[in-house]
């Protein structure tokens, strides 16, 4: 389907979604948010896509909510309740980008902040170039971090790290960010999005349901105890290795001496 702000383009199992709000940094518009819920749909419900690449065009990767855009109507009182809601805006942006089924890039080219900062958090991987830079601005808009923050980077930097970055609202760069685990790579920016898109296809060589159950194995594991995640994992083995053909698929392909050839199923 074609979105207004957002260019989507697949190559491979690989697809690589591209803000595209260059002039504004990509600061979410409503119209943005409504490209960035209906191509996680999207994304999710295609079984040809098997890792996703995210990324911003321009100098930015995405800038946070767009502040120059129409306030939502209503009363003052609405409007809050609306925020609060746990299925307000910021919320269902996190879920779903977190919540697609395939491991997703994120190659930050350059700020991503507030909300942004928010996006690249939710996703599973982080690329980035030497101009990639963090900042977490909510508190200097006398706001609470929303979007996920909160529960995404403690997880990631550890909550002193986390309350560093959100009570001080100071810019982390990319060298930084790469010590503290934001980041998992820096690579030259000229070749970024290549890099992040060369991570998202050896993701996509292995077997696809291996992959999400993988990935919804580590989500787990971040709100449960030790045995209950040793039963997450016996149940999510049994499922890769007795309801897939791309099992019996791996075994095959090691005993021939040849390349696997997975279909998901």
Not at 14 to 25: G, H, I, M, Y
Not at 45 to 73: K, Y
Not at 196 to 202: F, I, K, P, R
Request: glycine residues 8%; hydrophobic residues 40%.
């Amino acid at each position: 389907m074609p979105y207004a702000d957002l260019i989507l383009e697949t190559d491979g199992h690989v697809a690589t979604v591209t803000l595209n709000r260059p002039e504004k940094l990509n600061a979410l518009s409503r119209p943005l948010q409504q490209d960035i819920l209906d191509v996680c749909h999207e994304l999710k419900h295609d079984d040809n896509v098997r890792a996703v690449v995210i990324t911003g065009a321009g100098r930015g990767f995405c800038s946070g909510a767009d502040l120059t855009g129409p306030r939502p109507e209503g009363t003052p009182e609405q409007t809050w309740q609306q925020m609060m809601d746990e299925d307000s805006w910021v919320g269902r942006q996190a879920r779903a980008v977190y919540l697609i089924d395939k491991p997703v890039v994120a190659a930050i080219n350059g700020v991503a902040a507030g909300a942004g900062m928010s996006m690249a958090l939710a996703c599973d991987i982080r690329v980035g170039s030497e101009n990639a830079r963090f900042k977490t601005v909510f508190v200097e808009r006398s706001l609470a971090p929303d979007a996920g923050m909160t529960y995404f980077l403690p997880r990631i930097v550890g909550s002193g790290n986390a309350l560093d970055m959100i009570l001080t609202s100071r810019n982390v760069g990319a060298d930084e960010a790469l010590r503290m685990g934001l980041l998992q790579r820096i690579v030259a920016h000229e070749k970024l999005v290549g890099e992040a898109q060369e991570v998202a296809a050896l993701i996509a060589a292995h077997p696809p349901i291996a992959i999400m159950m993988s990935k919804r194995s580590v989500q787990h594991s971040l709100d449960s105890d030790f045995e209950d995640q040793l039963r997450y994992e016996i149940r999510a083995i049994e499922i890769g290795r007795r309801a897939t053909g791309d099992a019996r698929e791996s075994i095959a392909a090691f005993v021939e001496k040849r390349n696997p050839r997975y279909t998901g199923h």
